[in-house]
């Protein structure tokens, strides 16, 4: 399975941003697609998951302000985030794991975001 993150850069604090991961297989062959982030000098952390079923996760950091969802279509997932921190800056990486082999995670590059004060 290939990832491609897109969407990153320079934003205000306050502002918006949606990111986007392409999946190169079809959604339905996905069991999990995540959204991890890595802030620096930080450990990376997970932000939201979305499942075969559809099934929304969020890590803390998300605060109510992040939203995951997807494009089945596209084989696409996305990540509208909202109020953003500066805190929040980071690099985002998306992820998965085929239902055919569950637990083996796949790593796109990530993209970065930057929030500005």
């Known amino acids: 399975v290939q990832l491609q993150a897109s969407g990153g850069g320079l934003v205000q604090a306050g502002g918006s941003l949606r990111l986007s991961c392409a999946a190169s297989?079809?959604?339905?062959?996905?069991?999990?697609m995540n959204w991890y982030r890595q802030a620096p000098g930080k450990q990376r952390e997970l932000v939201a998951t979305?499942?075969?079923?559809?099934?929304?996760n969020y890590g803390d950091v998300a605060k109510g302000r992040f939203t995951v969802s997807r494009d089945t279509s596209k084989n696409t997932m996305y990540l509208q985030m909202n109020s953003l921190e500066p805190a929040d800056t980071g690099i985002y990486y998306c992820?998965?794991?085929?239902?055919?082999?569950?637990?083996?995670?796949?790593w796109g590059p990530g993209t970065l975001v930057t929030v500005s004060s």
């Open positions: 992820n998965a794991d085929l239902t055919s082999r569950i637990g083996r995670h796949y």
């Open positions: 979305i499942t075969l079923s559809g099934y929304k």
């Open positions: 297989t079809s959604i339905f062959e996905l069991n999990t």
